[in-house]
Nanobody, 126 residues
């Protein structure tokens, strides 16, 4: 299984971007998918996650009301719609998939998720 992110770029504060995460390979209905980010000099942090059917979503407090996660399973794609971007949102954004992802996020332990993408850079200027 491979995960590939796209849609990153440079925007001004207040702008919007939509990130995509496309999965190739056998990710089935037992897998949830999440977005994480890592800024320079900081640890990777959770951003948003969604269950396979989309019925369960989770967001970091820092992005609630600004970011929205969704998925199109027919396209093996998970999206992260980001609006109201702030300079502190600047980071490399990664998607990840794991059968136990939602539980791992709830427990604050997501370093060992099964599949990770290579990341896409998001830069927000003030």
């Amino acid at each position: 299984v491979q995960l590939e992110e796209s849609g990153g770029g440079s925007v001004q504060a207040g702008g919007s971007l939509r990130l995509s995460c496309v999965a190739s390979g056998a990710i089935d209905s037992t897998y949830a998918t999440g977005w994480f980010r890592q800024a320079p000099g900081k640890e990777r942090e959770f951003v948003a996650a969604i269950s396979w059917k989309g019925g369960t979503t989770m967001y970091a407090n820092s992005v609630k009301g600004r970011f929205s996660i969704s998925r199109e399973n027919a396209k093996n794609t998970v999206y992260l719609n980001m609006s109201g971007l702030k300079p502190e949102d600047t980071a490399v954004y990664y998607c990840a998939a794991d059968q136990l992802l939602l539980g791992a996020i709830s427990g604050g332990t997501y370093g060992d998720l099964e599949y990770w993408g290579q990341g896409t850079q998001v830069t927000v200027s003030s």
